[in-house]
């Protein structure tokens, strides 16, 4: 059975930092494609950071270019997401999320299989 468990959220002041890792297991991780979402309140989930499954091509969605980096350690199993100079719009849910698809566009959520519980991420101003 897939799991996946995110950790790292909280609450903090704007231009603060967070990391979140994502901790995945009942899969071959180094096969599997990852990203981050984030779901703010009221609104539909939307793609953060991605990359293909080998982490040649990396994705950010705009607002967070220049903030946030994703990486992963396929020796344990972890994808993170490094977060910087946060800001209250970036107050969400935020979920890791895998996939072992021949073929898949990383940032459509639709294209993954494995989801985990997600973390709170608040930042005040």
């Known amino acids: 059975q897939v799991h996946l468990v995110e950790s790292g959220g909280g609450s903090v002041q704007a231009g603060d930092s967070l990391r979140l890792s994502c901790s995945t297991s009942?899969?071959?991780?180094?096969?599997?494609?990852v990203g981050w979402f984030r779901q703010r309140p009221g609104q539909e989930r939307e793609y953060v950071a991605a990359?293909?499954?080998?982490?040649?091509?990396?994705y950010y969605t705009d607002d967070v270019k220049g903030r946030f980096t994703i990486s992963r350690d396929n020796a344990r199993n972890k994808v993170f997401l490094q977060m910087n100079t946060l800001k209250p719009e970036d107050t969400a849910v935020y979920f890791c999320?895998?996939?072992?698809?021949?073929?898949?566009?990383?940032?459509?959520?639709?294209?993954?299989?494995?989801w985990g519980q997600g973390t709170q991420v608040t930042v005040s101003s």
């Open positions: 990359g293909t499954r080998s982490f040649g091509i990396l």
């Open positions: 009942g899969l071959t991780f180094s096969n599997l494609g």
């Open positions: 999320a895998a996939q072992g698809r021949s073929t898949y566009t990383a940032t459509n959520p639709s294209h993954y299989d494995y």
